[in-house]
């Protein structure tokens, strides 16, 4: 997680907010730098750019990404421009679904830890609830809290990005989104992953 650390300080004194989901849709025009993509992103007719860690890409792929944390009137020395707006997010990804809209769950599946390790392929892209423990806290990386969460003999792990706050050993709830094997960058790799999900402690 260096690289999320030094990333965050880089640009902490900059207007930032937080995007209230990921990003999808088609590469029209992407730029490396060192450490770097800046990728221009087209969803549904608007264009929004962002920036994530080194990822190789090409116009007319199609992509999802993090949510991110933006910034407006953002300076690249390297690029020696200014974007207007700018989504700093922690991974980019490929998809094989063209589809600009991602389909969104209402209502979440109840499950259990065992059933989601049993079943993962059935439970990839949707939205579950389920119990456990948190067996380590990362706080406050690039505005967010990252959680393992597993049982209390830690046989199973999943990753859960969130705003909430909750403490090590603390049983939670949680409700999001899982995701199979993602890759945030830096050679981390999450066999399964939730993103800005809900953690509750009880």
Not at 46 to 55: E, L, Q
Request: charged share 25%.
């Amino acid at each position: 997680m260096k690289k999320l650390f030094i990333f965050f300080a880089l640009f902490c004194f900059f207007s930032i907010s937080y995007a209230d989901g990921g990003h999808r849709g088609k590469v029209v025009s992407t730029m490396d730098v060192e450490g770097y993509t800046y990728t221009e992103l087209e969803n549904n007719g608007k264009k929004i750019w962002i920036a994530s860690p080194n990822v190789e890409l090409k116009v007319g792929d199609y992509i999802e990404a993090s949510a991110g944390m933006l910034m407006t009137d953002f300076y690249s020395k390297t690029l020696k421009r200014t974007f207007k707006e700018i989504y700093f997010v922690t991974y980019v990804n490929p998809i094989k679904d063209k589809s600009e809209n991602q389909p969104k769950d209402t209502k979440a599946l109840d499950i259990t830890l065992q059933e989601l390790y049993k079943n993962k392929d059935k439970y990839n892209g949707k939205l579950v609830k389920l119990q456990g423990f948190i067996t380590k806290a990362s706080p406050n990386i690039m505005g967010k809290n990252w959680y393992h969460v597993g049982d209390k003999d830690k046989n199973y792990d999943i990753v859960v990005s969130s705003a909430d706050n909750s403490d090590l050993g603390d049983l939670v709830s949680v409700e999001g989104t899982v995701t199979l094997n993602k890759s945030i960058g830096g050679g981390y790799n999450f066999p399964i992953f939730i993103e800005d999900g809900k953690v509750i402690s009880k």
